[in-house]
């Protein structure tokens, strides 16, 4: 069994910055997806790193401002976010799997998802 836990979203004015955690119980994991979902939007990846090479991808529109590193012993990764947008304002979730680098769309059938953590980016 698998426990996603996200923390550190918040209120953010436009152009500013916060760092979100994701904690993982459970092993057999090599990958750490983010994604989000804005209200009334379906779910959509954000980011994708390897766990083993500690590589990642992003969506175009956060490339740049976006990035999502490993975590440590305790914290499976990160995803930091710089010079943010009131259109990244979303429930952010992370989990053992990654969007599609083309696409970037939402994964189906995953049963793991958490309770995400709230970005709100507003003057």
């Known amino acids: 069994q698998v426990q996603l836990v996200e923390s550190g979203g918040g209120l953010v004015q436009p152009g500013g910055s916060l760092t979100l955690s994701c904690t993982v119980s459970g092993s057999g994991y090599l990958a750490i997806g983010w994604f989000r979902q804005a209200p009334g939007k379906e779910r959509e990846g954000v980011a994708c790193?390897?766990?083993?090479?500690?590589?990642?991808y992003y969506r175009q529109s956060v490339k740049g401002r976006f990035t999502a590193s490993r975590g440590n012993s305790r914290v499976a990764a990160y995803l930091e976010m710089h010079s943010l947008l009131p259109e990244d304002t979303a429930v952010y979730f992370c989990?053992?799997?990654?969007?599609?680098?083309?696409?970037?769309?939402?994964?189906?059938?995953?049963?793991?998802w958490g309770q995400g953590t709230q970005v709100t980016v507003s003057a």
């Open positions: 989990a053992t799997v990654c969007p599609n680098s083309q696409d970037m769309a939402q994964v189906i059938d995953y049963d793991y």
């Open positions: 790193v390897s766990l083993i090479l500690g590589t990642s």
